[in-house]
C-alpha cells in the first residue's frame, strides 16, 4: 500500500497562506533547503492538492520541466486536485477530483507505487483528518513568527495526536520535522 504525507511550510505560529510567504519563504530559500525539498518530492509519484493550492502552483511549476529542482520531478507526477468548481485542469497530467474524496483517495491509496503527497491544501487535509488515510505529516517550520495570516491546522480542527518519527535543522533556521499519528 502506498503512503500518503501531507507536505506543508508553515511559520513557527503556524502560518501557511501565500499571502504572508514573501516575509518568511524566500529569506530561508537556500540551497540546502532546496535539496531537501526536491528529495522529498522524489519519494511519490502522485501529487494531490486542494484547488487554491492546484491554482496557484501549476502556473508556475508546469513550465519548469528540466534542471536539478523539484519542477522536473513534480511535472512527471500524476496530479490530483479535489475541487467541486474547477472545470478544467491544465498542467499536464491532472485528474480532477469532483466527489466522494475519501473514497477515490483510499483507492489510489491501494494502487501500486511510490509515495501519494498532498502539498499544504489544509482544508483537504482537515476533510481527510480522522479518515485513517494520513500516514505523515512532513512539515518544515520557518523561524519567523508571522502574527497574522491563515494557520493550517485553523481552529476547529480534529485533535490529533502525533509521534515524531525524524527531526533535522537545515541551516537556514528551518525545522524539518516527520510526524505520523500515534496510532500508527
Known sequence: MRKLWVKVWMTLDGVFDADTMDYWWQNTNTPERMEYITEQYSQGDIYMMGR????????????????????????????????????????????????????????????????????????????????GLIDEYRVLVEPFIMGRGRRFFAEGTAMTKLRLVASRTLNSGTLALIYQPANI
Open 52 to 131: 487554491t493550492t492546484y491554482e496557484m502552483l501549476w502556473p508556475g511549476w508546469s513550465t519548469q520541466t528540466t534542471g536539478d529542482g523539484p519542477g522536473p520531478i513534480l511535472n512527471r507526477m500524476h496530479k490530483y486536485v479535489t475541487s467541486t468548481t474547477l472545470t478544467e485542469a491544465p498542467w499536464k497530467e491532472s485528474t480532477i477530483i469532483r466527489e466522494n474524496v475519501v473514497e477515490e483517495i483510499a483507492k489510489l491509496k491501494q494502487q501500486p507505487g511510490k509515495d501519494i503527497i498532498i502539498d499544504g491544501s489544509a482544508t483537504l487535509v482537515q476533510s481527510l483528518q480522522g479518515s
